[in-house]
């Protein structure tokens, strides 16, 4: 497990776009935290080290952001789904299939459903407003 401590927006991008040069295509990235804590700021550093222009949002509302051409990266949000049902629905094993990178929020809600070898991002809240802890597990390298 490597543990990190970011102070602001930009080192928490910053430290996605590390983990996002190191990914491959079928990749699921699974993120734990609460609101507000950092993810989709994460997951656009994840985008701009995997190389896509894209703007990231949050996919709140839509489950799914799509990003790049071939849907190299596909940014979920669970925090609605409550059943394998749901879980279909979202695409989120048709992305995983052809070969996207996975990135998903609220992972505590399918964590029964994730593969093996995902890649854990718990982000937690630090002493400062903007200072977060950052624990990921899974990584074959060192960030």
Not at 21 to 46: N, Y
Not at 101 to 110: T, Y
């Amino acid at each position: 497990m490597q543990k990190f401590v970011t102070n602001s927006y930009r080192e928490t991008c910053a430290l996605g776009e590390r983990l996002g040069k190191t990914l491959h295509g079928g990749r699921v990235i699974a993120f734990f935290g609460g609101m507000g804590m950092g993810k989709t700021a994460f997951v656009t550093g994840v985008a701009k080290g995997m190389g896509l222009s894209d703007d990231v949002s949050s996919p709140t509302f839509s489950i799914v952001n799509v990003y790049g051409k071939n849907a190299e990266l596909c940014h979920f949000d669970m925090y609605r789904v409550e059943s394998w049902e749901d879980l279909d629905s979202t695409g989120f094993f048709e992305y995983m299939e052809n070969g996207s990178v996975l990135c998903v929020e609220w992972s505590e809600n399918i964590e029964n459903a994730l593969p093996a070898d995902a890649v854990r991002v718990e982000i937690t809240r630090g002493d400062g407003t903007d200072t977060r802890m950052i624990l990921i597990d899974g990584l074959e390298a060192e960030l």
